[in-house]
């Protein structure tokens, strides 16, 4: 009570504050947040001072990030305006060259934010940022590392804590198919390989799989062999290999890429047959999963892809997901593939500094959790807030991860990453050798240099 009497004084006190920045979703005191990191924010007093935000979230997702801003402009009376755009990438540039870059940045990709940093356009954290998110958040040493970049003194600095994060390491399946079957979920890639032959041997198919995507076609796979790195291989070598301090030709990396072809070049495996994998359209491919008799099983693919399954399907009991599973031998521990946001400061301020320290607070994170479409690694967080189970259950994945690393494709020169590795995929499922794809990979890379 006591500390819903707090929380309800500094509400009237900030109402005014709030009003200028509209209604705020929820309001403080009520429901299960962690509204003493609310009451925290009103003692940092920012009254007259403008921050100025800028990130690539437009449409739906612009009114959620705006009512998570409207807590920290209420608790601290700053003025916050916030601008996204779906090309953000070109015109943050422009920006930070002509001199009006805006106090916040929140980039898709941390290449493009360490593009930036080499030029000297982002102000570094501090050496407690870093600890804070090292301490608080799940793996994060990985996150740590994935915000720290060479700065223009040569230096390595932490520049960029993550909010709103994507898991990519699931696997969709049917609950009622696998009752009927009697299969049980996998919880290690052994066992997910005795599965996939177990229901070749029932005469079932396995997997459903494409990498059709127009222009992109063949990303699917890079997600795939990503996944398949950092469960045969120790963290450190993945990272070596997407900042191409080992050969894109590698032993790690080629077995990486059979591997997948264990699964996607054995026509038994994929619907369709094998030939059907690279033709196959991604945005279609998990549709074998609701067809009767079902034409597969299992489905790998990120948080984002139930956009595409049937209308009104619902997640935990007509479709649901389990961890893409480690193999339990190598004891690499839990590792998870994924992406996000990265926040940074681009044109230094006290309220950018102020915000900064208002990512940290769990309401920060609570607010947008209680709604949709987001995900944190934050351990201090109330997971009993998420909008639904399903984010709720990825959350969990997400908060248990022993290890976090970002898609490899989407850190590597945009040569490579979107547009020699696609296509070497292609021509990969097609038939080609997996050492022959990877050599004519590596060569692509290192005329780039």
């Given at each position: ?27 403080p005191?009520?429901?299960?947040f ?35 801003l ?21 015109q ?48 994060g ?24 994060v ?7 399946f ?13 919880t290690?890639m ?48 993945y ?7 080992m ?6 990396v ?7 072809g ?35 099983y299992?489905?790998?693919?990120a ?14 009991a ?57 995900l ?11 909008g639904?189970p ?60």
């Amino acid at each position: 009570m006591k500390g819903f009497l707090r929380a309800w004084m500094l509400w009237l006190a900030l109402i005014g504050a709030a009003g200028a920045a509209g209604n705020l979703k929820f309001r403080p005191g009520e429901g299960a947040f962690h509204w003493d990191s609310f009451e925290a924010l009103g003692k940092i007093r920012l009254d007259g001072q403008q921050l100025t935000v800028f990130g690539p979230w437009i449409g739906p997702d612009q009114p959620l990030i705006e009512s998570v801003l409207a807590y920290f402009e209420a608790a601290t009376g700053a003025d916050v305006r916030y601008t996204g755009s779906d090309a953000f990438e070109q015109q943050i540039r422009i920006d930070t060259e002509a001199g009006s870059a805006p106090n916040i940045a929140i980039f898709p990709q941390p290449g493009l934010l360490g593009d930036l940093v080499r030029l000297g356009k982002v102000a570094p954290l501090t050496e407690a940022d870093a600890r804070w998110v090292r301490d608080n958040y799940a793996a994060g040493e990985s996150w740590v590392a994935l915000g720290s970049f060479a700065g223009p003194d040569g230096g390595e600095h932490f520049y960029g804590i993550f909010y709103k994060v994507d898991v990519k390491s699931l696997v969709w399946f049917v609950p009622e198919n696998f009752e009927d079957a009697g299969y049980q979920i996998p919880t290690s890639m052994a066992a997910l390989r005795r599965l996939t032959e177990q229901i070749a041997a029932d005469g079932e198919t396995p997997w459903c799989i494409g990498l059709g995507s127009g222009s992109a076609t063949g990303w699917p796979a890079t997600d795939w062999v990503e996944e398949l790195m950092l469960r045969s291989r120790p963290a450190e070598v993945y990272d070596r290999w997407v900042d191409h301090r080992m050969p894109f030709d590698d032993p790690a990396v080629v077995a990486a890429i059979d591997a997948f072809g264990w699964f996607a070049r054995n026509g038994k495996f994929v619907a369709g047959g094998a030939a059907a994998v690279a033709t196959t359209d991604y945005r279609d491919s998990p549709k074998g999963l609701f067809s009767s008799p079902p034409q597969c099983y299992m489905h790998r693919q990120a948080s984002f892809i139930p956009s595409y399954f049937p209308a009104d399907t619902e997640i935990g009991a007509d479709v649901d997901f389990f961890y893409f599973p480690a193999d339990d031998d190598l004891r690499l521990g839990m590792p998870v593939l994924g992406a996000g946001t990265v926040v940074a400061i681009t044109r230094d301020s006290p309220a950018a500094r102020a915000f900064i320290e208002f990512l940290k607070s769990p309401i920060a994170h609570e607010v947008w959790m209680a709604q949709k479409g987001f995900l944190t690694p934050h351990k201090g967080v109330n997971t009993e807030l998420y909008g639904d189970p399903t984010l709720r259950k990825m959350g969990d994945i997400l908060r248990s991860a022993d290890t976090f690393r970002f898609d490899a494709s989407d850190l590597m020169p945009g040569a490579i990453g979107a547009g020699a590795f696609w296509t070497g995929m292609v021509d990969f499922v097609g038939g080609r050798p997996a050492g022959e794809v990877a050599g004519r990979i590596e060569a692509a890379w290192e005329a780039l240099e």
